[in-house]
Every structure is written in C-alpha cells, then in structure tokens.
C-alpha cells in the first residue's frame, strides 16, 4: 500500500470555480509524462492540457504543480492539478487517474500520514493541521497554526533533551564507578528534575485552556421555569432557536448554540427549568430534564442564571445552589416591566448582576460585553504559552511527572535511571518519536479525503 501512488481531489466537492486534485508518489511524475501535453519546471505552476491517458481525449486545460520529494508536503514525488471545478471534469479526470498502474484513491488522512511517515510533521503538527482546518473562529486559528509551526513540538522536545542529558549522566554514573567523575553527579540530576517536574506542572496547571479552547467554551443558561431562559438564546443566537412559551416545563432537553466571542467558540446551553416537584410526580420527563439541567450546569466553563423580575425578592434557591462567584453571572429577565435600575436594587453577593429584557433587548449588549470579557480572559492562552490541545498530551505529561517522581525517591542510580528512560519515553509519545502505532488510526481518520 506505501508503494501504491495516491490521488484524491484535496477540494470541497460539488460545482466550483478550480478543483484541486492531489497525487503523491514515487510514479506521480507519470500523470505529466502520460496525461500531458508538457512537463512543467518543479515548483513552477504550467498551463497544460489533460488527457485520458488511454483514448487521448481532452480532460481539461489546467493548471500543473510539479514537486520532486523529498521536497513536497509528502516527502514523495508530488503532482497537483489545477482543474475547472465543473462535476464533470473532475469526475472524468479522477477516472483517468485510475487508469494508470499502481494508482489508487488517497484514504482519509493518508497524505498526512505519509509525511508524517516521512518525517515531515510529528503528531503535534499532524493535529495543528487537522485543528486549522476545523477552525471556525479566530483563537482557534490562532492556536492551530502555534501548534502546526511546531510550538508544542519545540516544547516537548526541550523537554525530552533535557532528561536524556540527565539520563546521560545517570548512566555514566552505573557504567563507570570507578572513573573519577564529577562529585554530586546525583544531587544535580535530582536538582534537574525537580526543576523540570516544576515546568511541566506549569503547563499542565492551565485549566484545560487548550482543549477548551479547541473543542468549545460551555455556556449553561439555567433559571426557574418561565424565567426567560430560552428567549435569552435566541436573542444571544439572534435567531428562533428554543420554542418560547408561557406554559412552564417547555424545555426538556438541552438545547445548544454555538457562537463566536471576540474569536473564541462558545457553545451556549439551554436548560430546562429549576423547580422543586412532588415525590409522587409521574411528569418524568421534567424530572429527567431537571436532572440533565444540573449535570450539565455542573459540567459547563461558565453559568448564566436567568430570573424573572418578579421573583426579585425570593430568587430560586435550586439555581442558587449551581453557582459560584467566580464561572456565573445573574440576568434579571423582563426589566421592561419595571423603571427600576435593577443591577442597583437586587444584590447577590459576589455576583455580577445584569437587568435585561429579552423582549425589548435592553440590556443584552451589557450582557455580551461581559461574557466577551469573561471568556478572553478566562480562555485567552498568553504570547509564550504553548497551549495543551489534547487528552493525550495531557496525560502523557502526567505519566512522565509521575515517573519523574518516583526518579526521586529512590538513592538507587539503576532505579532512577529507568525512570528517566520511562519519563523521555512518555514525552516521545507525544511527539511521535517513539512507537505510538496504536494511536495513529485514531488521529489520521478524523482527516477528510485529500488531506
């Protein structure tokens, strides 16, 4: 299968203006040789004209990208066609392509993994890249080409070298006890690690920034029924997303949003209402929607508790109960009723407290404000971090600080020498410098064909 030379179109499908169709591979040069009327200089794009390499039926006049491997994305020959984007030309060329020997439809991913293969990317940039194509706003753009630059990589490997120089050491110590080396060998080892173990827990003390940053910042909107709950979401969302009613209890599930906060991605939730309901209640569904409102408050970055104006003097104590001071804020709903300032009148303590009205608007650009300036400041990863994106990197960095720990406590060169080899390990896997074949299905299938 590594032999076989790969084509896919590497654009959306459908009618567009150009299609893209990328082909990698040691016989990649014979699509220009055999489907060609020219060969175009490497790196330079051509304009050529594309036949079926059996019948010499005109394909398409296109444009023609020649780079010869080692340097190209693959690390192997590769050809990219520059075709019209009608349906038709696409599909015929693709069928031609097919024609040729040892040629075959790219997998998902497999152009990826083919560099990575070939030393051109290591995991952390193989999942920058796939993050900087499921960008949907700025900060997540932003740290997807951190991350693809090589960032972390750069990171985790100073990281990596400073342990082998202190694996170095260790082992000189085991190997030659009889040479006259350096005294306190093992209390500058210790002394190292100590220092490194600090590092690594610095980066991984960063509230899960990284991965909320990449897979959504959770917004739970909860309140007492008829609160105005949902009216709040479609007035954030501006546009019908949760059916609004009198009737209480309306919603039962969760209903999600997803927003764009001054670049950073926002997943807004709506809940089902707070209430205290009877033991021998056979209304189930609320029940479950209750139950669901609060694990999901539980599990949120940050709550929006909504109360009616009316319940200004008795706040509902369920919502109440969900809160802290420093991940909610509190909307007065339906401030359009009254003339009062209530921002001044109703006070909770430690909580931010915004009048709004959901029917009239009031209000409502006060309340993005603040959440704008919740979320950059609470998620916004600083010039010289190198943001943790992912589960994996944040556990291999534990089972190396763990491993690191017990290099400590042990007076045994031989023993804390393993451990600093376990501990170098676990940040290749990182990278991908030592065998991860176990994880490179999961993380080259989330790729879309052609890339």
Request: net charge negative; glycine share 8%; charged share 30%.
């Amino acid at each position: 299968m590594a032999s076989d030379t790969i084509f896919a179109l590497s654009t959306a499908p459908g009618q567009a203006g150009v299609a893209v169709i990328r082909i990698s591979g040691s016989n990649a040069k014979a699509v220009l040789e055999k489907m060609s009327s020219s060969f175009p200089e490497p790196r330079v794009a051509a304009l050529i004209k594309l036949f079926d390499p059996e019948d010499k039926a005109e394909l398409d006049r296109c444009l023609a990208l020649w780079f010869p491997g080692p340097a190209s994305f693959t690390g192997e020959d590769v050809v990219e066609l520059h075709l019209h984007g009608g349906r038709a030309v696409v599909d015929g060329t693709i069928e031609a392509l097919a024609k040729l020997p040892n040629f075959r439809p790219a997998e998902a991913g497999e152009f990826t993994r083919r560099a990575f293969d070939n030393d051109k990317l290591d995991l952390t940039e193989v999942e920058g890249l796939s993050d900087l194509i499921a960008a949907e706003t700025e900060a997540q753009r932003k740290q997807a080409i951190r991350q693809m630059d090589g960032e972390l990589s750069n990171l985790v490997e100073g990281w990596r070298d400073r342990l082998v120089r202190m694996l170095a050491y260790m082992e000189a110590e085991i190997d030659f006890p009889d040479e006259e080396l350096e005294e306190g060998i093992s209390d500058q080892v210790k002394h190292n690690i100590e220092q490194l173990k600090k590092d690594i827990k610095h980066h991984l003390d960063d509230s899960h920034r990284g991965e909320r940053l990449r897979n959504g910042i959770k917004i739970a909107i909860v309140g007492p029924p008829n609160a105005g709950k949902s009216s709040l979401l479609n007035a954030l969302a501006r546009r019908e997303v949760a059916i609004v009613s009198d009737v209480a209890g309306t919603t039962r599930d969760i209903i999600e949003v997803h927003l764009d906060l001054s670049g950073y991605p926002v997943i807004v939730s709506d809940t089902a209402g707070l209430r205290e309901i009877e033991e021998n209640t056979t209304d189930g569904i609320e029940l479950e929607g209750i139950r669901r409102a609060k694990l999901h408050a539980e599990s949120a970055d940050l709550c929006l508790a909504v109360f009616d104006i009316e319940d200004r003097d008795n706040l509902d104590q369920e919502t109440l109960k969900l809160l802290d001071s420093d991940n909610s804020f509190i909307a007065i709903n339906k401030c359009d009723k009254t003339e009062e300032n209530l921002s001044d009148t109703i006070f909770v303590p430690g909580f931010d407290v915004t009048s709004i009205s959901t029917k009239s608007g009031e209000g409502i650009g006060i309340l993005l404000e603040k959440l704008n300036t919740w979320v950059v400041a609470n998620m916004g990863l600083s010039g010289s971090s190198s943001g943790i994106t992912r589960q994996r990197h944040r556990s291999a960095l534990q089972e190396c600080l763990d491993s690191l720990d017990r290099s400590l406590l042990t007076d045994l060169p031989e023993l804390c020498a393993e451990d600093l080899r376990l501990a170098t390990r676990y940040l290749g896997r990182i990278t991908g410098k030592v065998d991860v074949e176990e994880l490179l299905d999961v993380i080259f299938r989330d790729f879309c064909i052609g890339k």
